[in-house]
């Protein structure tokens, strides 16, 4: 984990190691001054040398001085090395993510992502701040410190030897108990960020049906069990303080009631007494610092090893050795393909799907929910990968292609429409980087979008809000099938995205397909049979099997869904694909 997370550290190593080098400086001032104070004591103020008092003084002057420019530079170099590690962070676990197949995101919760990115990264942060400097002074502190008592008076150190090993092993036993406790709270932040996305991306959903109530409960459930851990966390860490004053006051009555006594006899002066005193204190703040960084780091360690997960964690999916770029042509072929979302779990989705479909064809796909629909043309782009069998597209299995080039030829308008905040011509830009205004005008025409974008006042420059709130469901969809028009792809993936539409748009649509691009191969899912009846085969799904792959008239006199669903559709007034209470997603 640590080799991972310091990988991260980059362009920043240079400030990351002046930052102990300039901390190391500070405490050698800072520890030689207590001594320079017994040299005023014993030899300017007891001896009545006023030359020595100025001396001295001049050099703690300077020492100070020093100390304080040091520090000053530990601080600045530190502050830019924590920030910049925690910059490098976001951004490497960010580029990883965006490698990632679904199967890698789906091991992540969203909202786990988001807390790895925010409240996972801030607490390195600041571990490695402190590490950087506190952890480093710290010690450096206590050892100089040590050592200077050492010179003075070495059995009257002993006190703190006593001391340092009575405290390493109530710190010891309060840090293992917080640890397991910290790697709780953490995924209880998931739960906590999975029930404030949740509700804020559904907030018009949640009103409409006026479960307000209902989501102030789930969110105060997920607060609370985030408080009760924390409540014991850190009353356990809370000990640190009571130990820490037992062993800093115990310190200073041994040094008291033994010092005394050693100056009576001679063997110590008031001076080094007193510089003694100065040294405890320091001891015993470097013992409290400590304490302080083995708290951060138990919180640390745990958001640490969370975000080396992400940064580990490789992509299911890769470009082969030498992929392939060019794709010929939009012909699509499953050579007996199975599929599961989690292989060896024996559940398939797709069962043994044996198809040939030929370049420029227009394809119906029709089936019940969960029937695999939209698993089916995942793996057309190689968004997931076959179980068993193989995917061609272009006489290639899709495995060979690169994925940049297959996807940017294989168009995919799914399920989910999702528009970004932005322009009209910066959404549709999405689909071609450096598409003219001309060209997106032909691809919204061909979609029918160009209808309502002609009647905004600001025309294809109308500003779209985050998630396309401030246009409709129907409008959305055109867009982002415009969007994907642009792109001149050899196949169009079109899944469930006319249903927002009314049937005469989507006629529309449908016929400016045949018209614009009549060499592109179209997969329209739907749930209308207007919708696929016109195709040129139609692929009935059941239950991840192929049920029937005919034109509509053949269909409808051989396979008895089929022909069910359009009696129910055409005869009955309405009703989509869903029969026998089927439920579930595809």
């Known amino acids: 984990m640590i080799k991972t997370l ?40 007891e001896a009545g040398n006023i030359e020595k008092i100025y001396l001295y ?41 965006q490698t990632f197949s679904f199967s890698n995101i789906d091991k992540f919760s969203t909202a786990g992502l988001v807390t790895r990115m925010t409240t996972d990264v801030t607490n390195v942060q600041m571990a490695y701040q402190m590490t950087l400097r506190i952890a480093v002074r710290a010690p450096l502190m206590l050892i100089c410190s040590m ?24 710190l010891i036993l309060i840090m293992g108990s917080t640890t397991k406790i910290f790697d709780q709270v953490f995924r209880k932040y998931d739960d906590l960020n999975a029930s404030v996305q949740e509700n804020v991306s559904a907030i018009r959903v949640v009103k409409a049906f006026v479960r307000e109530m209902h989501e102030n409960e789930k969110f105060q459930k997920a607060a609370d069990n985030l408080y009760r851990l924390f409540v014991k966390a850190e009353g356990l860490l809370a000990l640190n303080s009571p130990v820490m004053m037992i062993v800093i006051y115990g310190c200073i009555l041994a040094l008291s009631w033994l010092g005394a006594q050693y100056i009576v006899v001679g063997d110590l002066t008031t001076g080094e007494l007193t510089s003694m005193f100065s040294y405890v204190m320091s001891v015993m703040m470097s013992l409290m610092i400590l304490s302080m960084i083995f708290v951060m780091m138990t919180m640390s360690a745990a958001s640490g090893k969370r975000i080396a997960e992400v940064l580990e964690e490789k992509a299911d999916l890769a470009n082969p050795g030498q992929p392939v770029t060019d794709i010929a042509e939009g012909s699509i072929d499953f050579n ?37 629909k939209s698993s089916l043309v995942n793996l057309i782009s190689r968004l997931y990968d076959v179980t068993e069998g193989s995917v061609y597209v272009g006489g290639r299995d899709v495995r060979e292609y690169d994925m940049e080039a297959l996807r940017n030829q294989v168009a995919v308008v799914l399920q989910k429409n999702v528009l970004f905040s932005g322009t009209i011509l910066d959404n549709l830009r999405w689909g071609k980087e450096d598409a003219t205004l001309e060209e997106c005008q032909e691809a919204c025409r061909a979609a029918c979008a160009d209808e309502f974008i002609n009647r905004f006042p600001d025309g294809y420059n109308t500003w779209i809000e985050q998630g396309g709130t401030n246009v409709s469901g129907g409008q959305k969809q055109r867009l982002c099938i415009a969007r994907a028009l642009l792109k001149k792809p050899k196949v169009l993936i079109l899944d469930d995205s006319t249903s927002a539409v009314d049937t005469a748009t989507d006629a ?14 179209k997969l329209i899912i739907a749930q209308r049979i207007t919708s696929v009846q016109d195709a040129d085969r139609i692929l009935v799904l059941e ?28 005869h009955g007034g309405g009703g989509d694909f869903d029969h026998e209470g089927k439920e579930g997603e595809d």
């Open 6 to 45: 310091l990988k991260q550290v980059k362009q920043y190593k240079t400030v990351s190691l002046l930052t102990p080098v300039f901390t190391a400086l500070e405490v050698l001032m800072e520890v030689l001054i207590p001594f320079v104070t017994a040299r005023i004591i014993d030899e300017g103020i």
């Open 57 to 97: 003084g001049g050099i703690m002057v300077g020492m100070a001085m020093l100390s304080l420019l040091f520090g000053v530079l530990a601080g600045g170099f530190g502050a830019a090395a924590s920030a910049g590690f925690a910059c490098n962070l976001r951004d490497g676990m960010y580029a990883n993510i």
């Open 147 to 170: 050592c200077m008592c050492l010179l003075i008076n070495a059995r009257l150190s002993a006190v703190f030897l006593v001391a340092i090993v009575f405290l390493a092993v109530a």
């Open 336 to 372: 007996h393909v199975s599929f599961s979302y989690k292989k060896g779990s024996g559940e398939d989705t797709l069962h043994d799907i044996d198809l040939h479909i030929h370049a420029g064809e227009t394809i119906g796909i029709i089936g019940g929910t969960g029937c695999g």
């Open 508 to 521: 529309n649509i449908r016929r400016a397909f045949a018209e614009k691009i009549p060499g592109t191969t």
């Open 543 to 570: 239950d991840g099997r192929v049920d029937g792959f005919d034109t509509h008239a053949n269909l409808l006199e051989t396979n008895a869904i089929y022909r069910d669903i359009y009696e129910t559709q055409v």
